[in-house]
């Protein structure tokens, strides 16, 4: 339900405002990772990429079946190595069946615990030029 209200706000917003529709990205952390995978398992074409922080499709935590859905959606995710809560495998794992799959996804491990993620990940100006190189077609 969370998620069709999502999209519902997304469509407002591109009705209300100039946007470049072909330029839509999806990013956060931990549980906000989570959320960024399933929300773009949910509708692959929407986004131009994807960037996840600590996160996780599942819990339990493993591959979805639909992974392969997301293989024409660029993904560059983080994760923290020492991550208490969500193990750097996790992620990895996903990035794995996704390259497998074909896809254009990668993962870079940060050294620092999981509440560091985040201010090493959104102060990088690398990341913002590889979001802006992304475009849907």
Same mark, same amino acid.
């Given at each position: 339900?969370?998620?069709?209200?999502?999209?519902?706000?997304?469509?407002?917003?591109?009705?209300?405002?100039?946007?470049?529709?072909?330029?839509?990205?999806?990013?956060?952390?931990?549980?906000?990772?989570?959320?960024?995978?399933?929300? %773009?398992? @949910? &509708? !692959?074409?929407?986004? $131009?990429?994807?960037?996840?922080?600590?996160?996780? /499709?599942?819990?339990?935590?493993?591959?979805?079946?639909?992974?392969?859905?997301?293989?024409?959606?660029?993904?560059?995710?983080?994760? %923290?190595? @020492? &991550? !208490?809560?969500?193990? $750097?495998?996790?992620?990895?794992?996903?990035?794995? /069946?996704?390259?497998?799959?074909?896809?254009?996804?990668?993962?870079?491990?940060?050294?620092?615990?999981?509440?560091?993620?985040?201010?090493?990940?959104?102060?990088?100006?690398?990341?913002?030029?590889?979001?802006?190189?992304?475009?849907?077609?």
């Amino acid at each position: 339900k969370l998620i069709n209200q999502l999209f519902t706000l997304l469509g407002e917003i591109k009705t209300e405002y100039s946007i470049d529709t072909k330029r839509i990205f999806l990013t956060g952390n931990d549980m906000g990772g989570n959320g960024v995978w399933v929300i %773009g398992l @949910r &509708d !692959p074409g929407y986004f $131009a990429a994807l960037v996840p922080l600590a996160g996780y /499709a599942t819990y339990p935590f493993e591959v979805p079946e639909n992974i392969c859905g997301l293989k024409n959606v660029p993904v560059w995710a983080f994760h %923290g190595e @020492r &991550d !208490p809560y969500v193990p $750097a495998r996790v992620e990895q794992d996903l990035v794995d /069946a996704l390259i497998a799959c074909g896809g254009d996804a990668k993962i870079t491990l940060i050294q620092q615990m999981k509440m560091d993620v985040p201010y090493r990940v959104y102060e990088d100006p690398n990341l913002y030029e590889w979001m802006l190189s992304q475009m849907q077609e």
